[in-house]
């Protein structure tokens, strides 16, 4: 325990100081004799006057680290071990995370969080530390888009004992004060670009579809929903709480009004779309492969309302939403191995900081996404706006990051057009 004081004749306090590597803090004594100490613990703040003498207040203090430390468990560990257990992709999480987003978080720890905060031990960690992180961002959306990994991995680490204070308090006054910064780059080496390998083909879409109806136990539905995702853009979270009023299926529309949230601790739940916006998107007549979705579609509507027009259109068997792990593990990972769908071979940190490889699928139900919004930029020449708005994307530009990266024979297109 850390401490500088300046005590007067009597061996009180002059001026308030704070515990290093605790959020302590300690007052001298004003209107009454006795020291004030401060501390969060729990996500609280508590209050409490103690000692005359600085050596009663040290004493004190002592028992307070003993009640802090018990409820941290790792909180003497360094901070890259928290980043390590937090990537870690056995750890169990609210959804499953796709190789893209999990290689965009591998992206943001090794150019920002490990070289500047790996090294500090947790329970030392402050606003003071994550301050540099934001503003050493080139941007102000990649600063909002770090400051969310942020405190995404420091609740975790909260309710996990690695950190003594909560994640909202320590980056409550973090916000970004850089510059814009002009970088050059490669095209396609953006984080967040989606390069041509990483989509599935057509082709790919139609076997997994038929892979997911030949499953033993798999409904007429399932192979549906599939289709419909690749070629509407819902994400899985939005198709699991699709419901048959959604749909318009003589102008071929689906308006997303909620999506199906589900964590392993509690209950999943009903929430508002990705960005807190509803949506209208639509689906093609035909696939590219040649599948009749709309009629599919609208059988299945017709099916779905005779019962209740505002029933699910792809409920799991025993009616109510899917679980995403019950759905990966029960039809998508089955039909992805039925189909032959390619898998690839990716290196990760363990815990103990060790090097593994480990095979994973190269393509996830996040991707049936891509191949939605490829095929509407590069085959239907749609406009980035557009496809935006039909995709949800925040605003075009994110659309131009992912998918307007180095596509193969651009400059061939180019020499016949200028021919």
Request: proline share 10%.
């Given at each position: 325990m850390d401490i500088t004081t300046r005590l007067d004749s009597r061996g009180r306090l002059v001026k308030r100081?704070?515990?290093?590597?605790?959020?302590?803090?300690?007052?001298?004594?004003?209107?009454?004799?006795?020291?004030?100490?401060?501390?969060?613990m729990d996500g609280k703040r508590y209050s409490t006057n103690c000692g005359k003498n600085f050596d009663q207040v040290v004493e004190r203090i002592g028992e307070i680290l003993d009640q802090i430390d018990s409820g941290t468990v790792n909180s003497g560990q360094p901070v890259s071990k928290l980043i390590d257990a937090w990537l870690d992709p056995s750890r169990p999480r609210a959804r499953v995370w796709s190789?893209?987003?999990?290689?965009?978080?591998?992206?943001?720890?090794?150019?920002?969080?490990?070289?500047?905060?790996?090294?500090?031990?947790?329970?030392?960690?402050?606003?003071?530390?994550?301050q540099p992180i934001l503003d050493a961002a080139p941007s102000e959306s990649e600063a909002k888009r770090i400051k969310r990994v942020l405190r995404s991995m420091l609740r975790w680490g909260y309710d996990s004992g690695y950190l003594p204070t909560n994640a909202d308090r320590l980056l409550v006054q973090v916000h970004w004060r850089g510059k814009t910064v002009q970088t050059v780059s490669a095209i396609g080496s953006d984080p967040m670009a989606v390069t041509p390998d990483s989509i599935p083909t057509h082709e790919a879409v139609e076997s997994l579809r038929q892979a997911i109806h030949d499953l033993p136990d798999s409904a007429p539905h399932d192979a549906l929903m599939v289709a419909l995702a690749a070629y509407s853009g819902l994400r899985l979270g939005e198709i699991l709480e699709l419901r048959a009023s959604d749909i318009d299926t003589s102008k071929r529309r689906i308006k997303v009004r909620r999506q199906?949230?589900?964590?392993?601790?509690?209950?999943?739940?009903?929430?508002?779309?990705?960005?807190?916006?509803?949506?209208?998107?639509?689906?093609?007549?035909?696939?590219?492969?040649?599948?009749?979705?709309?009629?599919?579609?609208?059988?299945?509507?017709?099916?779905?309302?005779?019962?209740?027009?505002?029933?699910?259109?792809?409920?799991?068997?025993?009616g109510g939403n899917w679980g995403q792990r019950n759905f990966y593990a029960r039809r998508f990972d089955p039909a992805c191995e039925a189909a032959e769908w390619p898998m690839i071979k990716q290196t990760r940190r363990r815990r103990d900081g060790k090097a593994m490889k480990e095979q994973c699928k190269a393509w996830t139900f996040h991707s049936l996404r891509h191949v939605f919004c490829t095929w509407l930029l590069w085959e239907c020449e749609a406009s980035p706006a557009d496809v935006a708005k039909a995709a949800g994307h925040a605003s075009p530009e994110t659309t131009l990051r992912i998918y307007a990266n180095d596509l193969p024979g651009t400059l061939d297109r180019l020499g016949d057009l200028t021919s």
């Open positions: 100081v704070r515990v290093s590597g605790y959020p302590i803090t300690v007052y001298p004594p004003s209107t009454t004799p006795y020291h004030r100490i401060r501390y969060w190789l893209r987003y999990r290689q965009g978080l591998e992206y943001l720890d090794r150019t920002y969080l490990r070289p500047m905060i790996g090294n500090l031990r947790c329970r030392d960690l402050r606003d003071s530390h994550l199906w949230l589900d964590a392993t601790t509690s209950p999943g739940q009903v929430s508002a779309p990705k960005w807190g916006k509803t949506r209208t998107t639509i689906y093609p007549v035909d696939t590219p492969a040649g599948y009749a979705l709309a009629a599919a579609v609208r059988a299945r509507v017709r099916q779905v309302s005779r019962k209740n027009p505002d029933g699910l259109m792809f409920p799991a068997p025993r």
